[in-house]
Nanobody, 117 residues
Framework: QVQLVESGGGLVQPGGSLRLSCVAS????????MRWYRQAPGKEREFVAA????????NYADSVKGRFTISRDDAKNTLYLQMNSLKPEDTAVYYC??????????WGQGTQVTVSS
């Protein structure tokens, strides 16, 4: 069955870095563009970054532009999110998403990122 499994979250000090990974299985990874979303306590889930199925285009939320980088390794069926210059307001559960043009998107279970001194 389809699985998206995130990892790489944790506790980091402000200004620090983390790299999130999302390993996909159960479908052809190159079929779909991929996205990262996040949800902070008491807030709605919000878009963070997107990458096309061919890696030819990326898009970022204004709040993370210049600090986060999305990438994918199709040989490893893996999506990444490199997060630099982290701020306390980046604290959230981060989810990867496969953007299907037809049918429901695929979602991972999430990984917690906490930015605190």
């Amino acid at each position: 069955q389809v699985q998206l499994v995130e990892s790489g979250g944790g506790l980091v000090q402000p200004g620090g870095s983390l790299r999130l990974s999302c390993v996909a299985s159960g479908y052809t990874f190159t079929w779909y563009g991929m996205r990262w979303y996040r949800q902070a306590p008491g807030k709605e889930r919000e878009f963070v970054a997107a990458i096309s199925s061919t890696s030819s285009s990326t898009n970022y939320a204004d709040s993370v532009k210049g600090r986060f980088t999305i990438s994918r390794d199709d040989a490893k069926n893996t999506l990444y999110l490199q997060m630099n210059s982290l701020k306390p307001e980046d604290t959230a559960v981060y989810y990867c998403n496969a953007a299907r043009p037809v049918g429901n998107d695929y979602w991972g279970q999430g990984t917690q990122v906490t930015v605190s001194s």
